[in-house]
């Protein structure tokens, strides 16, 4: 007798409907939903370079994982660095349309981390089986709560999770003046931090007459000298008026950061040191910014740039219940970025404890990656500590540009030692030499290379000098001292020796003699 088909059993059409009508019903209600999915195995809150660290660092943990990023910004994560430095330097004239441009070291490259096929979207991402990564653009967090383990979004849209990291950043801080000044004062002024602030500033440096950045750090100093080198193409003028007595004043110990705000001087800034903006104002003539300084002065420019730092990112804390740290702001998380079971935070919006210099909060590009890859591996049960002594670096320009680890804090006792520079001491040849565009990843790549012997200071080795008369400050290592130990390192012009920097501070131990330590610096070399 043939065999004859069980009438309870479903057909292979039968399944193939029932899937298809899942799929649908599935496809459907992500519609409904915004294209928001309604469940992530991983949640990564904030698309910056903590996120992106983080996401690369779970998926070498777990091919399989499933990860949703969610940020406010219109673009997929991307290095910052560039919109103060390289972008600006570059011959494109498209740059800000296309965000290429080329490093230091000639080579082109985006902005952009991962090209956007490297990303699924929200309708593929739900349907794969296997691991994935979907971003989330132009939507907000509002609502984090970790009993139940979602969150609310800005359109009102619930995500479930099973790990979630915090990862939001930071908001440029405006200046009291400024946002009292009114509408039309605000909407002359650019809080420089995303990609938006870079290309709203450009199209200004291309059209304006007068610029002033507020601001002598790190940031506005990078700006002041690509504002500049534009100037000389556009005529725009620009100026640069900060509190302290030079650039990079908090930074810098006195000598230097008059010495650097001569270089700035040079670029074609005007540069007014020593005072603040006290009072700010719209002239309707002219349709221009009118800036009061503290010592009665007047400062009109069509556009003002403020640059005076960052106010982490920590809105969820009240929805959340998480610590915020009085005296440095931030999540307060535990040696491994945790924040409470199952919540890590990573970035700029951390606040961690570093076994060496206590209690910090960290705001430059090495710290959001080293901190969101730990916190990645974590999500996964890796349970590893945060050790690492994260690093910052700033270039004036292609020419001059510095390194530091630690506490660098002008008011602390330092001592500096100094060397003619070479024409192989600037940021363009440091790149070109490690090939790497980022200097940390220069620096990851020095990490490995560097060998016991560089910790050993060798006897017969000349013995480096300030320089004088006519020298300048080329090149030099400074060290900064709490209670006669090494507490932070600032190596000007020299490149590549991180690693040897991070060895001294970690080593904790007094120097009678610090020309003996700037010896493992090579900063007498010529190569």
Not at 221 to 234: I, N, P, Q, V
Not at 491 to 498: A, D, G, P, S
Request: net charge neutral; hydrophobic share 40%; aromatic share 8%.
């Amino acid at each position: 007798e043939p065999a004859t088909a069980d009438p309870t059993e479903p057909t292979a059409a039968a399944t193939n409907d029932d899937t298809s009508e899942s799929l649908n019903a599935l496809l459907k209600k992500l519609a409904e939903r915004g294209g928001v999915p309604e469940h992530a195995p991983y949640l990564l809150i904030g698309a910056g370079t903590a996120s992106f660290a983080a996401f690369r660092a779970i998926r070498s943990k777990d091919q399989n994982a499933k990860i949703l990023v969610i940020g406010e910004e219109a673009s997929p994560p991307y290095m910052r660095p560039p919109l103060s430095k390289e972008l600006w330097f570059t011959d494109d004239a498209k740059a800000a349309d296309s965000l290429r441009f080329r490093q230091w070291n000639g080579k082109e490259r985006s902005i952009f981390f991962e090209p956007s096929a490297f990303y699924l979207k929200p309708e593929d991402w739900v349907q794969k089986q296997g691991g994935g990564v979907s971003v989330i653009t132009g939507r907000k967090v509002v609502d984090l709560n970790p009993n139940d383990q979602f969150v609310v979004l800005d359109n009102g849209v619930k995500v479930t999770y099973e790990k979630c990291l915090i990862a939001t950043g930071g908001l440029p801080r405006s200046l009291p003046p400024l946002v009292r000044a009114g509408q039309e004062v605000r909407d002359r002024t650019v809080l420089f931090r995303k990609i938006e602030d870079y290309r709203q500033l450009d199209e200004i440096s291309r059209t304006s007459k007068s610029i002033v950045i507020i601001g002598g750090g790190f940031l506005g100093s990078e700006l002041a000298c690509a504002l500049g080198r534009r100037a000389k193409e556009t005529g725009v003028k620009v100026t640069q008026v900060f509190p302290e007595s030079g650039n990079m004043g908090k930074i810098l110990p006195e000598y230097l950061n008059q010495w650097a705000t001569q270089k700035v001087k040079a670029e074609g800034v005007n540069v007014v040191s020593g005072l603040f903006v006290k009072h700010a104002s719209y002239n309707s003539d002219d349709e221009s910014v009118v800036l009061k300084l503290n010592d009665g002065t007047f400062l009109n420019s069509d556009h003002v740039v403020v640059a005076v730092g960052l106010e982490p990112n920590t809105e969820l804390a009240k929805t959340a219940g998480l610590e915020i740290d009085d005296t440095h702001g931030g999540f307060r998380v535990n040696s491994e970025l945790e924040a409470r079971s199952n919540i890590w935070v990573a970035g700029d919006a951390a606040c961690f404890y570093d076994i060496k210099l206590g209690r910090r909060r960290v705001e430059h590009h090495d710290h959001a990656v080293v901190s969101g890859r730990l916190a990645g591996e974590n999500m996964t049960g890796a349970r590893k500590p945060y050790w690492h002594q994260s690093m910052f670096w700033s270039d004036l320009g292609p020419e001059i540009g510095y390194e530091a680890i630690g506490v660098v804090d002008s008011t602390l006792p330092t001592v500096g030692v100094f060397a003619k520079a070479t024409a192989e001491d600037t940021p363009k040849a440091a790149v070109t030499t490690s090939g790497e565009g980022l200097r940390s990843d220069s620096e990851m790549k020095a990490e490995k290379s560097v060998t016991p012997a560089a910790t050993v200071a060798t006897a017969s080795m000349p013995r480096p000098l300030p320089p004088t008369g006519a020298e300048d400050y080329g090149k030099g290592v400074i060290f900064y001292l709490r209670d006669n130990k090494i507490v932070g390192i600032l190596l000007w012009n020299v490149f590549n020796k991180m690693p040897v920097a991070r060895k001294v501070l970690k080593s904790g131990a007094k120097h009678s003699d610090l020309n003996e330590v700037a010896k493992l610096f090579n900063i007498h070399d010529s190569q």
